[in-house]
């Protein structure tokens, strides 16, 4: 009883030092940045992005902004007055490198033996037949046509790449100015991933603010209806505050930013650092119900001495388990993992000496009627009779338990990968309304862009390209596919009269390109082929854009690029945010599998050298095993994909659920050790352990429903996931735990500790 | 007395402008020239032309003929010069054998891919512009005239695309030697520097030298001339699209 006395005797010491770090901990907290971009989740130095950066650093930021105008007819004088204006602007503004609109778009047609470039409007229509004429000629032009106005003319793009250097906010500012100065009747909508790491920006803000009051709250107003003492709910509740400030502090201190998924590192506290607390005070309940006479700080010693080391373990078991995290592949998992197994270690310290330090100096409080036996509770009626359960039918139990996993778990085969960023938001948000029109109506939000190297004006070689264009747009997902090649074919029908042998052709010597080049650059902007060959025609892109809302419709694409161009000696590379998407979502499952496999392996290790028997890490990691697989099968069933937040579901659950079953354990071995047999051990070890691990599990479920009210659905889906998954841990501690025991009467238990 | 003088200076401005511009304003020569033009990373893309231009009436024909890179060799180029109205263009391909008319109304644009703009190599509509001195300038060691002039309206400039340009007009010989532009929102866009002036005939000059760097993109453009003979034996004949194909 050594440390229990030093603990006593030395209890402000325990109070107030810990209280001194956590104040000096939130002084950095000033100064948190939160830093969406979907990029940063990736290593620099993957193919895609890779890929992303040589074509964006060739041809620049490949990223651009899409304003979105609709109204019954775009071609009315006030609206195309509107665009002229915003038009100007944007060219004007220093934020903006290039600006497509129906003013800057080019018509590139013959007229009276001349090749005429102009933009699509060059004078706003005063008559209806000049309007109708400019519908006409608008409906001809491939560069226009569904790509800048949409087929029914009742919206038009204004599509803005931002120059580099260029922060977010500059960009939204500057669009909210331009939009402001030149106001109209149109709605505007806003796409873009410029605007989709704003939004998420300022809902993860948002959700910091919301979520983690309300969780706390919830928190508190669960262990108060469990407890019904306050100082019983104070203490836990002041462990999960305490370790959240630790948590957090470490991002600035480190110079960390918080993104979308570190945003859980605070919520993780909530759920899992009151664990430790909780046993804490159902354990000093049950003593108090049991022995009234005694003080408390007899009390206080006797419960850190049993519960010293199973809160210990768990500890250690749960950061082993969140630790799982610092083998995966994306930045922000391992700062989680790292940030959060901080936290709740230091979580797991304040339990076992703050936390009796501060019992120590307290009242004793009345003892609980529900468990001095005068009037059970709900909790405590409930877990006698899954008591009775587990020992009457432990072979239904398995059987059920059985069938359970085979049935879920086959869901495993639906299991899908999704990492399309625009799916963190809810689909009524404003920027997926924006992106659905884009898919319906301008050829799609998706870009990829394939790189090719090589003399650019030979025509064998844009032959091949004019061949891909072709072969793409028969594919339903391409909206449009545009290369230099299709630039010379629109210049080939305007040179030549129809029915001439250069008519609609890419011409057939490497002569006849230049001179067709030539001949634009004496009437269009040098510039206007900047976005798809170089300056000496040695590199040329060509843009594919298409509509790909799942990893199967954008595979698709890439699979049929990849079939088209793999032989061709000129091409480079492939390139474009979705690709960088892609590797996200592979780097996603590839951690899912690591973390899974580190987390198991390490706490199966810790089982088997605390209990020094294999069984024990056998057993002890069969709920795991049993949830994750559940858990994977239940989303395949449900058609809940795998993506960047769920993926951090299985370390945390693994850290939660392992600690019910060596709760359960180390109460089991003790009662087993008094002498009690089989049944009457699991009967007790329920009414009394299995309490603390019902209201804790409770509490972490509530903590976790609070994420129902986040903005992005991945957030709720990782909620409903977790919950779940405490669920299944839950119900494996009470009811499968118990009834293979009994079944199988594992030596490890049976051993004094 | 205040807007006397003001009209009166206003008044000078524009004389000074067209008088820079008469002193370069030959009537017939012919001669071959360089246009490098460059971009940011050094890349440099280089055409050689040989040019023919004769005033017949109060229009100047011109006529250009690419004579490298080999793939553009032989393209030929038409320009009548108007005036007071656009100018008419015709280009011939020689890979195709064609004729094609060029019809650009916004001098703003760039000429043949370089930074110079169509404005930059024909002569301007004076009546487009409001001229004003802003004072006087020495450029290297010459004292010069400072002319702001700006087009008319904001259709104008942006026809032009450019706000307004000031030039260093030399006092004396009315040579301009540079010519700075000011983009749709008054910031500082291009700089011509004109060096290198030869006398081609009785008070009339011709800059050798023309180099236009885009402050804002950081590409350049080299106009040389490289050979120049004043006037030209060419007939009217010889500046007609049929005659381009020759």
Same mark, same amino acid.
């Given at each position: 009883?050594?440390?229990?006395?030093?603990?006593?005797?030395?209890?402000?010491?325990?109070?107030?030092?810990?209280?001194?770090?956590?104040?000096?901990?939130?002084?950095?907290?000033?100064?948190?940045?939160? @830093?969406?971009?979907?990029?940063?989740?990736?290593?620099?130095?993957?193919?895609?992005?890779?890929?992303?950066?040589?074509?964006?650093?060739?041809?620049?930021?490949?990223?651009?902004?899409?304003?979105?105008?609709?109204?019954?007819?775009?071609?009315?004088?006030?609206?195309?007055?509107? &665009?002229?204006?915003?038009?100007?602007?944007?060219?004007?503004?220093?934020?903006?490198?290039?600006?497509?609109?129906?003013?800057?778009?080019?018509?590139?047609?013959?007229?009276? =033996?001349?090749?005429?470039?102009?933009?699509?409007?060059?004078?706003?229509?005063?008559?209806?037949?000049?309007?109708?004429?400019?519908?006409?000629?608008?409906?001809?032009?491939?560069?226009?046509?569904?790509?800048?106005?949409?087929?029914?003319?009742?919206?038009?793009?204004?599509?803005? #790449?931002?120059?580099?250097?260029?922060?977010?906010?500059?960009?939204?500012?500057?669009?909210?100015?331009?939009?402001?100065?030149?106001?109209?009747?149109?709605?505007?909508?806003?796409?873009?991933?410029?605007?989709?790491?704003?939004?998420?920006?300022?809902?993860?803000?948002?959700?910091?603010?919301?979520?983690?009051?309300?969780?706390?709250?919830?928190?508190?107003?669960?262990?108060?209806?469990?407890?019904?003492?306050?100082?019983?709910?104070?203490?836990?509740?002041?462990?999960?505050?305490?370790?959240?400030?630790?948590?957090?502090?470490?991002?600035?201190?480190? =110079?960390?930013?918080?993104?979308?998924?570190?945003?859980?590192?605070?919520?993780?506290?909530?759920?899992?650092?009151?664990?430790?607390?909780?046993?804490?005070?159902?354990?000093?309940?049950?003593?108090?119900?049991?022995?009234?006479?005694?003080?408390?700080?007899?009390?206080?010693?006797?419960?850190?001495?049993?519960?010293? #080391?199973?809160?210990?373990?768990?500890?250690?078991?749960?950061?082993?388990?969140? *630790?799982?995290?610092?083998?995966?592949?994306?930045?922000?998992?391992?700062?989680?993992?790292?940030?959060?197994?901080? =936290?709740?270690?230091?979580?797991?310290?304040?339990?076992?000496?703050?936390?009796?330090?501060?019992?120590?100096?307290?009242?004793?409080? #009345?003892?609980?009627?529900?468990?001095?036996?005068?009037?059970?509770?709900?909790?405590?009626?409930?877990?006698?009779? &899954?008591?009775?359960?587990?020992t009457n039918r432990p072979i239904v139990i398995l059987f059920v338990f059985g069938?359970?996993?085979?049935?879920?778990?086959?869901?495993?085969?639906?299991?899908?990968?999704?990492? @399309?960023?625009?799916?963190?938001?809810?689909?009524?948000?404003?920027?997926?309304?924006?992106?659905?029109?884009?898919?319906?109506?301008?050829?799609?939000?998706?870009?990829?862009?394939?790189?090719?190297?090589?003399?650019?004006?030979?025509?064998?070689?844009?032959?091949?390209?004019?061949?891909?264009?072709?072969?793409?747009?028969?594919?339903?997902?391409? =909206?449009?596919?545009?290369?230099?090649?299709?630039?010379?074919?629109?210049?080939?029908?305007?040179?030549?009269?129809?029915?001439?042998?250069?008519?609609?052709?890419?011409?057939?010597?490497?002569?006849?390109?230049?001179?067709?080049?030539?001949?634009?650059?004496?009437?269009?902007?040098?510039?206007?082929?900047?976005?798809?060959?170089?300056?000496?025609?040695?590199?040329?892109?060509?843009?594919?854009?298409?509509?790909?809302?799942?990893?199967?419709?954008?595979?698709?694409?890439?699979?049929?690029?990849?079939?088209?161009?793999?032989?061709?000696?000129?091409?480079?590379?492939?390139?474009?945010?979705?690709?960088?998407?892609?590797?996200?979502?592979?780097?996603?499952?590839?951690?899912?599998?690591?973390?899974?496999?580190?987390?198991?392996?390490?706490?199966?290790?810790?089982?088997?050298?605390?209990?020094?028997?294999?069984?024990?890490?056998?057993?002890?990691?069969?709920?795991?095993?049993?949830?994750?697989?559940?858990?994977?099968?239940?989303?395949?069933?449900?058609?809940?994909?795998?993506?960047?937040?769920?993926?951090?579901?299985?370390?945390?659950?693994?850290?939660?659920?392992?600690?019910?079953?060596?709760?359960f354990f180390w109460r089991y071995r003790y009662e087993l050790g008094s002498g009690?047999?089989?049944?009457?051990?699991?009967?007790?070890?329920?009414?009394?352990?299995?309490?603390?691990?019902?209201?804790?599990?409770?509490?972490?479920?509530?903590?976790?429903?609070?994420?129902?009210?986040?903005?992005? *659905?991945?957030?709720?889906?990782?909620?409903?996931?977790?919950?779940?998954?405490?669920?299944?841990?839950?119900?494996?501690?009470?009811?499968?735990?118990?009834?293979?025991?009994?079944?199988?009467?594992?030596?490890? *238990?049976?051993?004094?500790? | 007395?205040?807007? /006397?003088?003001?009209?009166?200076?206003?008044?000078?401005?524009? !004389?000074?402008?067209?008088?820079?511009?008469?002193?370069?304003?030959?009537?017939?020569? !012919?001669? +071959?020239? +360089?246009? +490098? /033009?460059?971009? +940011?990373?050094?890349? !440099?893309?280089?055409?050689?032309?040989?040019?023919?231009?004769?005033?017949?009436?109060?229009?100047?024909?011109?006529?250009?003929?690419?004579?490298?890179?080999?793939?553009?060799?032989?393209?030929?180029?038409?320009?009548?010069?108007?005036?007071?109205?656009?100018?008419?263009?015709w280009i011939y391909l020689p890979a195709i054998r064609k004729v094609r008319r060029?019809?650009?109304?916004?001098?703003?644009?760039?000429?043949?891919?370089?930074?110079?703009?169509?404005?930059?190599?024909?002569?301007?509509?004076?009546?487009?512009?409001?001229?004003?001195?802003?004072?006087?300038?020495?450029?290297?060691?010459?004292?010069?005239?400072? /002319?702001?002039?700006?087009?008319?309206?904001?259709?104008?400039?942006?026809?032009?695309?450019?706000?307004?340009?000031?030039?260093?007009?030399?006092?004396?010989?009315?040579?301009?030697?540079?010519?700075?532009?000011?983009?749709?929102?008054?910031?500082?866009?291009?700089?011509?520097?004109?060096?290198?002036?030869? !006398?081609?005939?009785?008070?009339?000059?011709?800059?050798?030298?023309?180099?236009?760097?885009?402050?804002?993109?950081?590409?350049?453009?080299?106009?040389?001339?490289?050979?120049?003979?004043?006037?030209?034996?060419?007939?009217?004949?010889?500046?007609?699209?049929?005659?381009?194909?020759?």
């Open positions: 009883m050594k440390y229990e006395h030093f603990i006593i005797k030395y209890r402000w010491w325990f109070i107030i030092v810990p209280i001194i770090i956590t104040v000096l901990a939130a002084i950095p907290l000033a100064k948190t940045k939160v @830093n969406p971009d979907l990029e940063k989740y990736l290593p620099e130095n993957t193919p895609a992005m890779l890929a992303k950066a040589k074509i964006d650093s060739l041809f620049g930021n490949s990223d651009p902004v899409i304003l979105i105008f609709e109204t019954t007819d775009v071609l009315n004088t006030e609206t195309l007055t509107r &665009l002229k204006n915003l038009s100007r602007a944007f060219h004007k503004a220093n934020e903006f490198d290039g600006v497509i609109s129906l003013y800057d778009t080019k018509s590139i047609k013959g007229a009276y =033996g001349a090749m005429v470039v102009d933009p699509v409007i060059k004078r706003i229509p005063k008559t209806e037949i000049q309007r109708e004429q400019l519908r006409k000629e608008i409906r001809q032009n491939e560069l226009a046509y569904k790509l800048v106005v949409s087929e029914d003319f009742s919206k038009t793009v204004i599509i803005l #790449k931002v120059a580099s250097g260029i922060t977010d906010e500059q960009v939204v500012h500057t669009i909210k100015r331009t939009l402001h100065e030149f106001p109209g009747s149109e709605t505007v909508y806003k796409g873009g991933t410029v605007y989709l790491r704003v939004q998420v920006n300022s809902d993860i803000s948002r959700d910091m603010l919301i979520l983690m009051p309300l969780g706390m709250l919830i928190m508190i107003l669960f262990l108060l209806l469990s407890f019904r003492e306050w100082k019983s709910v104070a203490l836990p509740f002041l462990v999960v505050a305490m370790s959240i400030v630790i948590s957090l502090g470490f991002f600035p201190l480190m =110079g960390w930013e918080l993104s979308i998924i570190t945003i859980l590192a605070p919520i993780m506290m909530i759920a899992i650092a009151n664990n430790y607390g909780v046993h804490f005070i159902a354990r000093y309940q049950e003593l108090n119900a049991a022995n009234p006479q005694w003080s408390m700080k007899e009390i206080t010693k006797n419960v850190l001495y049993h519960l010293k #080391k199973p809160v210990i373990i768990t500890g250690l078991t749960t950061i082993a388990g969140i *630790l799982g995290l610092v083998v995966h592949i994306l930045l922000p998992a391992k700062q989680l993992g790292i940030a959060a197994s901080l =936290g709740i270690a230091f979580a797991l310290l304040l339990s076992i000496s703050f936390i009796p330090a501060m019992m120590a100096t307290m009242k004793k409080g #009345k003892a609980l009627k529900s468990l001095t036996q005068e009037k059970a509770g709900i909790i405590e009626k409930g877990l006698s009779r &899954l008591a009775k359960l587990s069938s359970f996993l085979l049935l879920a778990g086959a869901g495993i085969v639906h299991l899908q990968v999704d990492s @399309n960023s625009e799916n963190f938001l809810p689909s009524k948000h404003p920027f997926r309304q924006a992106t659905s029109i884009v898919n319906e109506d301008f050829g799609g939000t998706k870009y990829l862009t394939v790189l090719f190297e090589g003399d650019m004006k030979d025509p064998k070689l844009l032959q091949r390209l004019d061949h891909y264009e072709t072969e793409l747009k028969k594919n339903p997902s391409v =909206g449009s596919v545009m290369s230099i090649a299709s630039i010379l074919k629109i210049m080939s029908r305007a040179i030549n009269d129809k029915g001439d042998e250069f008519y609609d052709k890419i011409p057939d010597t490497r002569e006849a390109v230049a001179q067709y080049i030539e001949l634009y650059s004496m009437s269009g902007e040098p510039e206007d082929f900047d976005d798809l060959v170089n300056f000496d025609y040695t590199q040329a892109l060509l843009i594919v854009q298409f509509r790909a809302d799942s990893k199967n419709a954008l595979d698709n694409v890439i699979d049929e690029i990849d079939r088209l161009t793999v032989d061709d000696p000129n091409r480079s590379i492939i390139g474009g945010y979705c690709l960088v998407d892609k590797e996200l979502a592979e780097a996603v499952v590839h951690g899912q599998y690591n973390s899974l496999l580190f987390a198991i392996l390490i706490i199966a290790l810790l089982l088997v050298l605390i209990f020094r028997s294999f069984v024990s890490g056998l057993l002890g990691s069969l709920p795991l095993l049993f949830t994750v697989i559940t858990l994977f099968g239940t989303m395949g069933w449900l058609g809940i994909k795998l993506d960047i937040g769920t993926a951090m579901l299985s370390s945390i659950a693994i850290g939660i659920g392992v600690d019910y079953t060596i709760h009690k047999s089989h049944e009457e051990a699991i009967a007790t070890t329920l009414t009394t352990t299995g309490r603390g691990i019902t209201i804790n599990a409770f509490s972490v479920m509530l903590g976790f429903v609070i994420l129902f009210v986040s903005s992005f *659905l991945t957030i709720k889906y990782f909620a409903f996931l977790i919950i779940f998954s405490v669920l299944l841990c839950l119900l494996c501690a009470l009811i499968l735990i118990p009834a293979l025991c009994l079944l199988i009467k594992p030596k490890f *238990l049976e051993k004094k500790p | 007395m205040l807007f /006397i003088s003001t009209a009166s200076w206003s008044q000078n401005a524009k !004389e000074i402008s067209t008088k820079a511009l008469d002193v370069t304003d030959i009537d017939a020569m !012919e001669m +071959t020239s +360089t246009l +490098t /033009i460059m971009d +940011t990373k050094g890349h !440099e893309r280089i055409r050689k032309t040989s040019t023919a231009s004769k005033k017949f009436g109060e229009t100047t024909k011109i006529i250009t003929k690419f004579t490298s890179p080999a793939d553009v060799k032989g393209t030929g180029l038409l320009v009548y010069d108007y005036e007071n109205k656009n100018d008419d263009m060029i019809i650009s109304s916004e001098k703003g644009k760039s000429f043949m891919g370089s930074e110079f703009s169509n404005a930059d190599m024909s002569k301007p509509n004076l009546d487009d512009y409001t001229y004003k001195i802003l004072g006087t300038e020495e450029f290297n060691g010459i004292l010069c005239w400072k /002319i702001e002039s700006a087009p008319m309206n904001d259709d104008l400039a942006y026809d032009n695309g450019f706000s307004k340009k000031i030039a260093l007009i030399d006092k004396n010989s009315y040579f301009t030697y540079k010519v700075t532009y000011y983009d749709l929102n008054d910031e500082l866009y291009k700089e011509m520097i004109i060096s290198d002036y030869k !006398e081609v005939c009785d008070g009339k000059y011709l800059a050798r030298n023309m180099e236009m760097d885009n402050l804002q993109n950081g590409r350049k453009s080299i106009l040389t001339i490289d050979k120049l003979q004043n006037g030209s034996n060419l007939s009217e004949n010889n500046f007609t699209p049929a005659a381009l194909e020759k």
